[in-house]
């Protein structure tokens, strides 16, 4: 197992290098990679690679597209997205012959039925392609969940083996995001990583915002967002590598604050409060000195960008007209997947995200795909709270989904979901396994209880 996860981290390695070069290289690479996973035959090492893809490689792949007919065409992510639904197809036999108790119907069922209603909805889209690409994002997203459910949920322990691979690529990220920010330079991207503030056609400021691997810094402020809440957990829940886990959360907060993304502070700020509710840590007051050292070094950049009313922010109340409008056009089935940024056109000049899932689900897959997918997230929520006392990765799981909540009301959580999705598969699986073996624990006894009774001498 460790030699398989080596190679495909090796490979993805060469490969991230091979895409500035030469793109047959890098096809030829990434075949290595799935030709690796396929002879392997490992869920685990899959789970660790998609991981990757998207932590790492997303930016990168996401630009390297191949034609279809016209103006349409598929990019190597999509390639990699395609091969997660077929991944999961052909294991679907090996979970069906779990254990009915396994198919926890709160977790699953929301997830297939929404996910066949985002397929009735492509057909009356106006761009057929366009939503057929946005259904491959989705549909890999809900397999990748479906995938690292059924994983864990079946093997002890194996969500311990995706956490320390995820916890090493994080601490590589977060220590670059330092160092990015310091120098005022992305190697990744071979540019300087200040960003321009307009007002109209006038700059009003001007910010170093980190972005490190992932393409634009609210993505990868989504995912430190996403995965703060595993780590502040470890930390004032592990006895062993306290200090560990503390460092890990301080360069989170560093980074968050460093992608200068004022929906993601928001979000973040929530989190904390939520945090300290349900665990009631005291651990967590070792980080008021250092996190306030950065917040006093940072305090003018912070002060300016939260209150600086841009053109970005404006704007994003036309989003919403615009939203409302396609919306009132196609209020049923939408007008379909993907085609906000594709229409947006018309309106903008350009291709612009929606930027509010919220709008922008109600726009593309109608009424029913809107407050459908409301529904698929607070079916998350109720899940984890009837769990809260039973587990507290339900307690993990519930402060990601709001982060994941929050984030969307101004940005695209949905545009950039798999992380989220795979984490929350992770933690649903742990949740069902545990809640199973507790409930087997406590039958044993009483049938051990029943067995002692009856041997007893009269």
């Not at 079946?154 to 916890?167: A, C, D, G, P, R």
């Not at 200040?194 to 989504?222: A, C, D, M, N």
């Not at 402060?399 to 101004?410: A, Q, R, V």
């Amino acid at each position: 197992m460790g030699k398989n996860i080596f190679s495909v981290v090796l490979l993805s390695l060469l490969f991230a290098v091979s895409l500035v070069y030469d793109l047959k290289l890098a096809i030829a690479i990434i075949l290595m990679i799935t030709s690796v996973i396929l002879i392997s035959r490992s869920e685990l090492v899959f789970i660790c690679i998609y991981f990757f893809v998207y932590f790492v490689l997303a930016g990168f792949v996401g630009r390297m597209s191949f034609s279809l007919s016209g103006a349409q065409s598929i990019n190597l992510l999509g390639i990699l997205n395609i091969i997660m639904i077929l991944f999961f197809y052909f294991k679907v036999k090996d979970f069906l012959q779990l254990e009915t108790w396994y198919w926890n119907k709160h977790i699953i069922y929301p997830v297939i039925l929404f996910s066949l209603y985002l397929l009735l909805t492509v057909p009356f889209s106006i761009s057929l392609l366009t939503s057929i690409r946005g259904l491959t994002r989705l549909l890999s997203a809900f397999s990748f969940y479906l995938l690292a459910y059924f994983v864990v949920v079946k093997n002890s322990h194996v969500e311990k083996k995706i956490f320390k691979f995820i916890t090493i690529v994080f601490v590589f990220l977060s220590v670059y995001g330092i160092i990015e920010y310091v120098t005022g330079y992305n190697i990744f991207y071979n540019r300087l990583i200040s960003s321009k503030i307009y007002l109209g056609y006038e700059v009003i400021q001007t910010f170093s915002r980190i972005r490190t691997t992932f393409y634009h810094p609210s993505q990868y402020s989504f995912a430190l967002l996403i995965l703060l809440p595993l780590y502040l957990f470890y930390f004032v829940k592990k006895k062993e590598k306290k200090y560990f886990y503390g460092l890990i959360v301080l360069l989170f907060l560093i980074n968050i604050l460093l992608t200068f993304t004022r929906i993601t502070w928001i979000a973040l700020f929530i989190q904390l409060l939520l945090f300290l509710i349900l665990f009631k840590p005291k651990k967590i007051m070792r980080f008021a000195l250092p996190l306030g050292i950065a917040v006093i070094l940072l305090s003018g950049q912070i002060i300016a960008r939260a209150t600086t009313v841009d053109g970005s922010a404006l704007q994003r109340f036309e989003f919403l007209q615009f939203g409302l409008e396609l919306f009132k056009a196609h209020p049923v089935f939408g007008c379909g997947l993907e085609t906000f940024f594709e229409l947006s056109t018309s309106r903008f000049g350009e291709n612009i995200a929606a930027h509010g899932d919220y709008i922008r689900m109600f726009a593309e897959t109608g009424a029913f795909g809107g407050i459908g997918s409301l529904m698929l997230l607070s079916m998350m929520i109720i899940f984890a709270i009837k769990n809260f006392k039973e587990n507290d990765f339900a307690k993990v799981s519930f402060l990601m989904i709001m982060g994941f909540l929050i984030f969307g009301i101004t940005d695209n959580a949905w545009g950039y979901c798999h992380i989220f999705w795979g984490l929350l598969g992770i933690y649903n699986g742990v949740i069902v396994r545990e809640k199973i073996r507790l409930k087997t624990k406590i039958s044993r006894g009483k049938v051990d209880v029943k067995l002692k009774d009856t041997l007893l001498p009269v």
